[in-house]
T-cell receptor, first 112, second 114 residues
Framework: EAGVAQSPRYKIIEKRQSVAFWCNPISGHATLYWYQQILGQGPKLLIQFQNNGVVDDSQLPKDRFSAERLKGVDSTLKIQPAKLEDSAVYLC??????????FGSGTQLSVL | ELKVEQNPLFLSMQEGKNYTIYCNYSTTSDRLYWYRQDPGKSLESLFVLLSNGAVKQEGRLMASLDTKARLSTLHITAAVHDLSATYFCAYDYAGGTSYGKLTFGQGTILTVHP
């Protein structure tokens, strides 16, 4: 079974630029999550999708972050404009409803 | 505020020794997870604990859950170098159809040396 795919693996941008991350979940997994992991901390949930609908985006900084999952499969997370404090690893995870989460390898973002 | 506190945050062990990592959480939960993360890698699920008194074991690792004390433990038996990694506990603060919104602890960096 293929795992959760994420790209790019690394991204370096300057502050105030925009950036986008892509995630393709495990086939058949209706639920998709984006987590942010700042160096030295545990991951923090940004947004949860069930199919193509948002279940929870209460911790997403909506003034600069946006995410979509238009066809209920892959998803894109965007940051515009980026700030220094957005430097982190962005992890995508997927699951069958109510079941264990599987995490991707993440996108490491450095904002200079 | 929902909180998960792990201790210790840093653990340096000798091979062959035993030790326990503690995870306290601030609210009721009926799911508690333990994950392992190697440097530069993603999170690998180790255990899911679903009920009070649950105990699960895999190799040299054993996890337990006490929901009344809001405490989970990860016990390491006869540590080997391959166990060196960061270990996270996380609880699921929404039940029913909203499982998956995990709140993570800070992580425990485990180093095992000869």
């Amino acid at each position: 079974e293929a795992g959760v795919a994420q790209s790019p693996r690394y991204k370096i941008i300057e502050k105030r630029q925009s950036v986008a991350f892509w995630c393709n979940p495990i086939s058949g997994h209706a639920t998709l999550y984006w987590y942010q992991q700042i160096l030295g901390q545990g991951p923090k949930l940004l947004i949860q999708f069930q199919n193509n609908g948002v279940v929870d985006d209460s911790q997403l900084p909506k003034d600069r972050f946006s995410a979509e999952r238009l066809k209920g499969v892959d998803s894109t997370l965007k940051i515009q404009p980026a700030k220094l404090e957005d430097s982190a690893v962005y992890l995508c995870a997927s699951s069958r409803q109510g079941k264990k989460l599987f995490f991707g390898s993440g996108t490491q973002l450095s904002v200079l | 505020e929902l909180k998960v506190e792990q201790n210790p945050l840093f653990l340096s062990m000798q091979e062959g020794k035993n030790y326990t990592i503690y995870c306290n959480y601030s609210t009721t939960s009926d799911r508690l997870y333990w994950y392992r993360q190697d440097p530069g890698k993603s999170l690998e699920s180790l255990f899911v604990l679903l009920s009070n008194g649950a105990v699960k074991q895999e190799g040299r690792l054993m996890a337990s859950l006490d929901t009344k004390a809001r405490l989970s433990t990860l016990h390491i038996t006869a540590a080997v170098h391959d166990l060196s990694a960061t270990y996270f506990c996380a609880y699921d603060y929404a039940g029913g159809t909203s499982y998956g919104k995990l709140t993570f602890g800070q992580g425990t960096i485990l180093t095992v040396h000869p």
